[in-house]
């Protein structure tokens, strides 16, 4: 797969293309210059010697011909399937769904129907004949504006992410002739356009609005020319190059069209006044506007249905862009055109009925297609390829004499993400793409069969197969809207459904259907989380109202329903995940529930009678993190709970006891983890590992199982740069899918197990990964540190002064290692010191039933790297720990009272005695505790009347003002 930084290296597209070939595209697309070949080729033996000293290889010249063997010079189609090769663990299979406000084009319909679109920040060439897709990925934000040159070779695509991107592809390889980097760092890009010869891009920023030109086919990093617009014409969203001169271009936002002059290397433009006093009438707001085949006349579309045509006052100043003036509007149709262009001889509208009219030069209507019922039009794409007037088949235009009507096959858009193709010899039209229009936060596979099922706001649900890319089925809920989750139960049989209204569906996996009285609803509040018990006996859902509904499975007769068996509004913050087991001991389910207030709830299935949901045990399993999700670990010698926090920390619960048995580090990819998913035994990969996929904010992930903190087996990719919102596995682990929510899409993710084996194999062995986590690896100061006090604790543990042989020891006590962590500048809590130690107490006891009682180097470094802070002691912290707890004084700061702060340690969470509190302060400060002995009050003497957090950080914990990044005064 070809990405966006393999452009600095890919041949340029043609850029000595002279004024006079820019009126024949086709010339200019068949013709090369010598002098063109001759820079390719010095460019090319140029690389080829740097590529040598490097010792990589590189294309080689043809002997025979003397041109360079570029796949952009020798392609000579559009791809087929493409093929991929499994470099990475994900690789994007599919792309389901669309960005419906983003137009769509027609790449080639002769004999194979190809089509380009945009799906979050992918861009899509999609072969309908073959069912395959192509995708062009480069973008790291979502795509927001893309176009296509005239004859469909070059397609250019634009976000307005950090790097702010313009990529133009080569769509006969897929191929990123050019990147181009914060092109508008004032906001991205809003509208681009390509002229005719496709020399040349125009670009309009989003936020600033500045409107440039580019010479895309040279190397240049600055634009031929530039102009800012007054933010008094509004957001100019459409941008279009005259057919015939690259040096006018037209523009408009909802109430003003501009038009552009370049010459000399200056861009300028006008305004024309467009009011609704000049006409008398109401336009509406400005949809589309061109510029009209003869070159001297320029139409602009309104929401009205009207037609607004531009001439200009005076040959004699022809190129002066003031001369436009809005000379006449013609009331065209009743309905709003959303939808303007020009093809062959013809004028084509689009309009919120979903009619497309053709119109001769005069604006006489020649042909409709209205026997359609299609939603509003969002944009019109004619094919490359020019009919033939001869053929049959045609239909009759509109005219008297009733003609045939010989029209190019077209594809069209609507703003409901379907997308149309027209035949327009046979006048058939074809449905190509039909997806989600509204938000796409829920997605499932089925446990048995490689199916993936989507719900949307829309209330519509829709199932893929997976294998064959194509639809299996859908529905469409009336009465309840928003679909915010589903899931299948473990034999593939139900589908249940939640909505954000609270009611809840459950469906036949296959067909979709279900009894007319099975809408149940227990909640007002929406529906999060559902999950099957393993027997398929039970259904909980969770709700935004922090509750656990509870559903039994009865059969009655033939009929199997669903009753409701109990509610527990169990939590005070919202719940987080929901999940079903089966207790080893007596094989009977059970339900547990993670929410924000950090408790894990389980609940009493067996003592539940009608109408109540009992709690068998609630344990608070975090202090200060958020728990985020949870699920079952795969089988070891003991069973565990894994849970992932918003402190990129991963635990491993005794599923009995709840106890704390490891703590590890998490994937630490800008976000916490949000959901995990245990993948099935796989083929793919080492036969002795299990793997899981996970879900951040905006990535996808997958990791290698044992969990032990080496950050080299795991690998994550974005996914939806907008956040994504659901993750699914399939039934044989092949496959990922992820629901980005706002994007309406679903990406299917390729999941190569062997290539994240590779992957972590290079991270090193044994302790290499854990040293890379310390601070400047094993030859830092922390590692030797280390080393230094871990040998003395083994003298301290000998006895100093002792004249005996010492009995040298690779081991320390379990009891000397909170020591150890303190004087690391690590300090953990005292439940996070009793984790720490049960996680080596009972570290082998499963195998040997023996506890653990000391510890080597190489062990404490991973207890070290897994347990401390992912991002260390941050400035955030302790700012926000003081503007919860201290008041602001005089000067802006944050400050606590001496007296208030020894009485919230004394008092509040892990609570010290007053002995402890003088002997830590003491120590801190460098007092010896004789020196306080005297004084009533021990800690008056040694602390200030107030605290800043300045104060505290450097003064008492002896933090670096660098390395703590201290606040400003008026923070």
Known sequence: MSTANEASYVTRAPSDVTEKETHDAEEQESTMDNEMKKELLDDKKERKREDKKEGTERSELSSQEGTVDSQIYTATSLPVHETRTKTYPLILDRAYGINQTLPVFSLQDEDRLVILYACAHVAVMCDHTSNSQHLLQGH???????????????????????????IIWDSYTGIPVRTMFDCHPEGGVSALALSKDSKYLATVAGTAQRVCIWDWTDESVSPKCRVDISPKYGFQNQILFHPSDSTQLISNSESQVLFYIWEMGCLEYSAPDISNKIFNVALGSLSQSIFHYDGVRALTATSKGYIVIWDKESESVSRDPLVWKATKVIPLQNAGITVLTLIDSFLVTGDVNGHIKFYDENLKLISLYSQYSLDPIRSISFSKEIPSTNGPGYKEDCTLNAKPFVIRNFVLSTTQATIVHVNAQKNVLQT????????????????????????????????????????????????HKKIQCITYDPQGFYLAVGFASGALQILDAYTLESE????????QDAIT???????????????????????????????????????????????????????????????????????????????????????????????????TCMLWYPPTPEHFLLTASSMYKMKLFNATSKMCRKTVLGPSYGSPVKKMAILPASKDGDPNSRYMAYI?????????????????????????STGVYALAC????????????????????????????????????????????????REGQLFKEMEEYFYYCQLQNQDFNTMETRLVSTRIPLSDMPFLMRALNFYPTEQELEDMENEVKFSCYAETRNYVTDIDLEDFIKLYVNHRPASGTSRQELCNAFQVLGRRDGRGRYTIARDELLELLQAKGEHMTEDELAECFTTLLGFSSESCKDSESPLDSVLPTEISMETFATDILGFSTATLELPREDT
């Open 516 to 523: 007319e009285d099975q809408c149940l609803q227990y909640s």
């Open 140 to 166: 790291c934000s979502p795509i927001t504006c893309l176009c296509a040159s005239e004859d469909r070779r070059w397609l250019v695509t634009a976000d307005r992410g950090q790097e702010n991107l313009v």
């Open 696 to 720: 951040t904010r905006d990535k996808i992930g997958i990791q290698i199982l044992p969990l032990d903190g080496n950050p080299h087996k795991s690998f994550a990719a974005i996914c939806h």
């Open 529 to 627: 989380h559902l999950t099957f018990s393993q027997d398929s006996l039970y259904l909980a859902a969770a709700d935004t109202g922090k509750a656990v509904t509870l559903l039994r499975r009865y059969k009655e007769g033939s009929q199997e329903i669903w009753m409701y068996q109990g509610r527990h509004h169990s939590h005070y913050e919202p719940i987080q995940d929901l999940l079903f087991g089966v207790d080893l001991d007596s094989n009977q389910s059970r339900l547990l529930s993670l929410g924000m207030d950090r408790k894990l709830v389980e609940y009493d299935l067996l003592n539940s009678g009608e109408n109540e949901l009992m709690i068998l045990s609630s344990d608070r399993i975090e202090q200060s993190a958020v728990p």
């Open 432 to 479: 190509l793409l039909k997806e989600h229009a509204e938000p796409l936060e829920a997605v499932a596979c089925h446990p048995k069969q490689p199916l993936v099922t989507m719900g949307s706001h829309s209330g519509t649900i829709k199932v893929w197969d997976y294998e064959r890319k194509e639809a299996v089925c859908s529905r469409v809920f009336q009465s």
């Open 730 to 777: 399939s039934y044989d682990g092949r496959y990922a899918f992820t629901a980005g929510g706002p994007d309406c899409t679903v990406f299917s993710w390729e999941l190569s197990l062997s290539s994240l084996e590779a992957l972590a194999a290079l991270g090193g062995k044994e302790m290499l990964p854990y040293y890379s986590l310390l601070e400047e690896g």
